[in-house]
T-cell receptor, first 114, second 107 residues
Framework: DSGVTQTPKHLITATGQRVTLRCSPRSGDLSVYWYQQSLDQGLQFLIQYYNGEERAKGNILERFSAQQFPDLHSELNLSSLELGDSALYFC?????????????FGQGTRLTVV | QQPVQSPQAVILREGEDAVINCSSSKALYSVHWYRQKHGEAPVFLMILLKGGEQKGHEKISASFNEKKQQSSLYLTASQLSYSGTYFCGTVSNDMRFGAGTRLTVKP
């Protein structure tokens, strides 16, 4: 158990809908990262938050947004969903900004858009 | 920009060695290595920092050439449990992962 909790584990929704994925980082970790992994593909970086502030943005679509709350949990909002958004979404957390501390991954949320 | 990993896949017999390479076009603060088993979350293996510091599992070794922005992961005397997909994560402003190297260890 990495200590990073993601909910829900599975999500099935229809095209055009909106969903929210939730991530609770390990206790004491200030950074939260979101990654998208399509079937048997690599980890595509979406966005990173550090202590409540957006720190870096990757290949995140405009239909997607995220935030980190004062208690450090984070939410990833996906809207106007398309079939191609079906993927495993991972959240990871680290103590620092990522340069010199390892990241711990949650078990992921598997999103299926039908 | 994503780092580039090679090879894409490798098949070994138990006891054989393998090297996985990772290169980046950007100046790096550190390189991370993770292993992901099918259907599971990536698990941290090692971090290599500028200046030579390393943190990680004792049985895993790796190198980081800061000037060339390259890293290599060395898997020696492979075991069946080493099977999985290995990702390097390079840290400049954020952490980006390569496409992964699928390692299969056969008896």
């Amino acid at each position: 158990d990495s200590g990073v909790t993601q909910t829900p584990k599975h999500l099935i929704t229809a095209t055009g809908q909106r969903v929210t994925l939730r991530c609770s980082p390990r206790s004491g970790d200030l950074s939260v990262y979101w990654y998208q992994q399509s079937l048997d593909q690599g980890l595509q970086f979406l966005i990173q938050y550090y202590n409540g502030e957006e720190r870096a943005k990757g290949n995140i679509l405009e239909r997607f947004s995220a935030q980190q709350f004062p208690d450090l949990h984070s939410e990833l909002n996906l809207s106007s969903l398309e079939l191609g958004d079906s993927a495993l979404y991972f959240c990871a957390s680290s103590e620092g900004t990522g340069a010199n501390t390892e990241a711990f991954f949650g078990q992921g949320t598997r999103l299926t858009v039908v | 920009q994503q780092p580039v990993q090679s090879p894409q896949a490798v098949i070994l017999r138990e006891g054989e060695d393998a090297v996985i390479n990772c290169s980046s076009s950007k100046a790096l603060y550190s390189v991370h290595w993770y292993r992901q088993k099918h259907g599971e979350a990536p698990v941290f293996l090692m971090i290599l920092l500028k200046g030579g510091e390393q943190k990680g599992h004792e049985k895993i070794s790796a190198s980081f050439n800061e000037k060339k922005q390259q890293s290599s992961l060395y898997l020696t005397a492979s075991q069946l449990s080493y099977s999985g997909t290995y990702f390097c994560g390079t840290v400049s402003n954020d952490m980006r992962f390569g496409a992964g190297t699928r390692l299969t260890v056969k008896p």
